[in-house]
């Protein structure tokens, strides 16, 4: 089992920044890839971002070049830097974990960006 523990939510005006956090810990050995996902109220969950052990990133096209995602192995953590934020980004944010065919996720942190 992995246990994915998200943080760094909250509320912000528009234009500002935040940076979520996701600390795994268990059975974290031979995760593939770790993500960040959000959902909006009454929209489906959708990719953000994503960021491999070999350290390959991408990226939604709706967040390239305002949203960062890095990784602290030492710390057994994933980041998500979030700049410019719009109103549009309000959703709660979810941590994601992959290991072959298993997948993982946090309980979710809630981002609110006013206009």
């Known amino acids: 089992q992995v246990q994915l523990v998200e943080s760094g939510g909250g509320l912000v005006q528009a234009g500002g920044s935040l940076r979520l956090s996701c600390a795994a810990s268990?059975?974290?050995?031979?995760?593939?890839?770790m993500g960040w996902y959000r959902q909006a109220p009454g929209k489906q969950r959708e990719l953000v971002a994503t960021?491999?052990?070999?350290?390959?990133?991408d990226y939604v096209d709706s967040v390239k070049g305002r949203f960062t995602i890095s990784r602290d192995n030492a710390k057994n953590t994933v980041y998500l830097q979030m700049n410019s934020l719009k109103p549009e980004d309000t959703a709660v944010y979810y941590c994601?974990?992959?290991?072959?065919?298993?997948?993982?996720w946090g309980q979710g942190t809630q981002v609110t960006v006013s206009s």
């Open positions: 994601n974990a992959r290991r072959s065919i298993l997948e993982y």
């Open positions: 268990g059975n974290i050995f031979s995760i593939n890839v």
């Open positions: 960021i491999t052990s070999g350290d390959r990133k």
